[in-house]
């Protein structure tokens, strides 16, 4: 067997407009990859980027809420989860 891994082909659409703006690109492919990679790193952990949780998602997010709070960074401004449990 190969060692290598094999690889999935996905294809999709795009308008005119981005086809256009990714012009002169050189290996696109890889362009596209390194964006899709980015973009997931930042993708909200509970929602996967949706926006939107579960009802179940929500009754846990309700017990996680009861020992953490959202807070804003004086420093930054960034909104993140701080644990309010005693140790």
């Known amino acids: ?3 290598k891994k094999k690889r999935e082909i996905i294809s999709f659409k795009v308008d ?3 086809s256009k703006a990714m012009e002169g690109i050189p290996n696109r492919s890889e ?3 390194n964006a899709i990679l980015a973009a997931l790193e930042g ?3 509970l ?3 949706t926006g939107i949780l579960t009802p179940e ?3 846990h997010w ?3 809420r009861h020992n953490h709070t ?3 960074c004086p420093d930054c401004r960034a909104v993140h989860i701080v644990c309010t449990a005693e140790n």
Request: glycine share 4%.
């Open 47 to 49: 929602c996967l980027g």
């Open 31 to 33: 362009f596209i990859r």
């Open 57 to 59: 998602q929500q009754e």
């Open 1 to 3: 067997m190969s060692s």
């Open 43 to 45: 993708t909200c952990p």
């Open 62 to 64: 309700q017990e996680f």
């Open 16 to 18: 005119p407009e981005l």
């Open 70 to 72: 959202l807070e804003k």
